[in-house]
């Protein structure tokens, strides 16, 4: 990997702290950033380089996934600067670029520059701006922009976004983060299907009879209220993590692929997702909203009683669909997506429930058996399991499941953000979201967008701790979800 400067924009912030001080240096722990890196970190405040090193020890102690070793954490933090900064003072940037220039001239670096903005999103085109105003995106080595979701609010901001941004980036000098797709087990999706022939000849509507995609919280709305309240589960979870799992999960590629060749069927995915008219809404997605309830044992607040929600709020903490991909693989089966926050248990997975097929040959054994599932966990653990029909030795002519496992542990698992900043860093896109796909999932939801804006849609409630809304039962019809404790 060619050596770089960081520029991160961000730096006093709550996501470099838990999560990009801690994926830097697990990066640097596993040899895989290059011993000689220049970090700029950005900031209002006025601290100071000794100031902002200790910062980040403290982050990694307090975040870091593998216990930090003393010594090497006291070398990792010398490749760290601090220069305060106004987003939108030039000559803050005239100041940064000096900065840049001085620690790529002491520490020979060739002028490879990665702007990571860590900042809200409405500072996204000032800095772009500014940028490549000041000078800093001219550089003998590459340019990258690295920004963080929410990539606007529906899908007329979106564009006018990406508009404004492509007067300073290109497209393939954007790197859009969508965490989710940093995690080890996502980022294993496409292996699984293509490298084992099981899965791969069984991947469609001809064996597969739904597909199921849940990401499940127990946290509630934290500290984040003026952010989530006007946000709720559709954009914070649903646009982004759930479109880009069921893409992920439907996608199919050839083998062996290519970066674009992955975003080019993500996008068809997404092409095929059949629209929702407003009169089909209330049959294909369920809204809800938290009410007090215990979890693990702890009883917690509703989320209208939640510091700085409105009294009043519409909304919505839990979100789930029923969607069809009208394309040859998946025609006719649907998709059943969910999320939520303060639920039974934290886990992210999808499930894969295959066809019964003695269900068509009429044999009644069929009614002792259970629907061969293959479960992949993605959060907190990482797992793969199938389950599978065999004779009950108790009960002639019946079966009972067994379930084949692998498990692995979250703490032996690089982070996501390991995975993107590695791969920002050595310009693999596979795992950015482009800006189709991020363009192609807004249209897709702004119906939704509109139907709870104008309280189309019931807004249902469930109890913490529980698996959602009775409705997001029903939705299933004689389907049901998997899994639930
Ligand atoms: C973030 C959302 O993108 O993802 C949060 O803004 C959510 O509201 C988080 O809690 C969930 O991420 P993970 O990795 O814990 O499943």
Redesign the pocket.
């Known amino acids: 990997m060619e050596a770089a400067s960081i520029v991160l924009f961000g730096a006093t912030g709550d996501l470099a702290m838990r999560k990009l001080y801690p994926a830097l240096f697990n990066l640097y722990m596993d040899g895989k950033i290059p011993s000689t890196f220049s970090v700029i970190g950005l900031g209002r405040r006025e601290w100071t380089d000794e100031y902002f090193q200790s910062h980040i020890a403290k982050a990694l102690n307090a975040f870091s996934r593998r216990k930090p070793d003393e010594t090497l954490v006291r070398e990792f933090v010398q490749a760290f600067r601090y220069c305060a900064l106004d987003v939108n003072n030039s000559e803050d940037y005239t100041r940064l670029k000096e900065l840049v220039v001085q620690r790529e001239q002491q520490l020979g670096l060739a002028g490879n520059r990665l702007f990571y903005l860590s900042v809200g999103p409405e500072f996204f085109a000032t800095i772009a701006e500014q940028l490549i105003q000041s000078g800093l995106g001219e550089t003998a080595g590459w340019k990258r922009l690295v920004i963080e ?1 929410p990539f606007g609010r529906d899908l007329a901001s979106a564009r006018e976004l990406n508009e404004k941004l492509s007067h300073f980036f290109s497209e393939e000098e954007v790197y859009r983060i969508d ?2 797709l940093g995690k080890p087990m996502v980022q294993n999706l496409e292996v699984l299907e293509y490298s084992n022939p099981v899965i791969h000849a069984l991947w469609s509507n001809r064996y597969i009879a739904n597909v199921q995609i849940t ?1 499940a ?1 127990t ?1 509630g709305v934290e500290e984040r209220a003026g952010y989530y309240d006007k946000t709720g589960a559709i954009r ?2 649903f646009q982004n ?1 759930m479109l880009q799992l069921l893409m992920m999960t439907t996608m199919h590629l050839p083998n062996p692929s290519t970066p674009e060749e992955v975003r080019r069927k993500k996008k068809s995915v997404l092409e095929s997702l059949r629209p929702l008219q407003p009169e089909d809404i209330a049959a294909h997605v369920i809204r809800g909203q938290y009410q007090e309830g215990v979890i693990a044992g702890q009883a917690v607040q509703g989320y209208l009683d939640e510091p700085g929600i409105e009294p009043y709020s519409q909304n919505d903490t839990f979100i789930a669909a029923k969607l069809w991909i009208d394309n040859h693989f998946w025609k006719g089966i649907p998709i059943y997506i969910r999320t939520g926050k303060r639920m039974q248990e934290k886990s ?1 997975r999808i499930v894969v429930q295959f066809k019964d097929p003695m269900e068509s040959y009429n044999d009644p054994r069929h009614t002792t058996a259970e629907p061969n599932l293959l479960v992949i966990e993605i ?1 907190p653990n990482e797992g793969i399991s199938l389950q599978l029909n065999t004779k009950d030795a108790d009960h002639p002519g019946q079966f009972v499941p067994v379930r084949a496992n692998s498990m692995t542990h979250a703490a032996d698992m690089p982070e ?1 953000y390991e995975n993107l900043i590695f791969d920002a860093l050595r310009g693999d896109a596979t795992f950015f979201a482009h800006w189709d796909e991020v363009e192609l999932s807004w249209a897709w939801v702004q119906p939704i967008l509109e139907a709870f804006e104008a309280n189309a849609l019931p807004l249902y409630t469930y109890k913490s701790g529980s698996n959602g809304p009775e409705a997001a039962h029903e939705l299933l019809g004689s389907d049901k979800w998997w899994l639930d404790k």
Do not use: F, G, L
Request: no cysteine.
């Open positions: 979701k965490h989710y990401a919280e946290v914070d979870m993590h992210t959060n996501a």
